[in-house]
């Protein structure tokens, strides 16, 4: 069997309708450690809390960049197309290049919830994925009460195949306003190239959006 010989992802932007998916710059640093402090985020990721300008420099001027130039995955900066406000991040991760397969997870800034920019950022990705990089296979793992991250799933046409018992550690905000550590369960999710049919033409019809139009 021939081994696939690429083993980064190349450095690409992709618009859609309403977004631009680009990577991190220095400019983004405010509004992504606000993003970072909001409370959802901080409950449903491991991301430090507070979250802190030092922590975001971090982010955009190694963490991010080398994700892509080590070959784990690609992170990208999700903005409006008109305002460039940043809405959100979506990350591939746990890259294998060997099956090609991946892991996506997402961020969604606190203003821009509930216009579906989630399900718009990620949809673009997996067309990205799949027609342009020819990958097989896209993951999506859950926690169990992270209903929102679900929905997204479920909307760009994921099969829910399992639950990882006791897999990920939450946090929960106590009385005095401080965090605690919880355990739960992770729901995984996958997406194939042949679960995208139709998907894109189906959010149109019922007045919603064409996710993809070009990446460079």
């Not at 509004?31 to 300008?53: G, I, K």
């Not at 982010?59 to 995955?73: F, K, T």
């Not at 006791?166 to 306003?177: K, L, P, S, Y």
């Amino acid at each position: 069997m021939e081994l696939r010989m690429t083993t980064t992802f190349p450095d690409v932007s992709i618009s859609t309708e309403r977004l631009v998916l680009r990577p991190f710059e220095e400019a983004d640093v405010p509004a992504h450690t606000e993003m970072m402090n909001d409370e959802q985020v901080t409950a449903w990721t491991s991301v430090p809390q507070p979250y802190t300008a030092a922590d975001a420099e971090e982010w955009v001027r190694s963490i991010a960049p080398a994700e892509r130039a080590e070959g784990r995955g690609i992170v990208l900066a999700v903005t409006e197309f008109l305002t460039q406000r940043l809405v959100g991040t979506v990350h591939l991760q746990n890259t294998n290049w060997r099956t090609l397969a991946t892991e996506v997870a997402y961020v969604t800034a606190p203003w821009a919830r509930g216009e579906g920019y989630a399900t718009e950022s990620v949809l673009a990705v997996a067309q990205w994925l799949f027609r342009d990089q020819k990958f097989e296979r896209l993951e999506i793992r859950t926690a169990a009460d992270n209903t929102a991250s679900q929905q997204v799933a479920q909307k760009i046409g994921c099969i829910s195949e399992g639950v990882l018992r006791n897999a990920w550690i939450a946090r929960t905000q106590t009385e005095d306003g401080s965090w605690a550590d919880i355990r739960t369960d992770l729901i995984v999710w996958s997406l194939l190239p042949e679960d995208l049919e139709g998907v894109a033409e189906q959010m149109a019809d019922a007045g919603g959006y064409a996710s993809f139009t070009d990446w460079n």
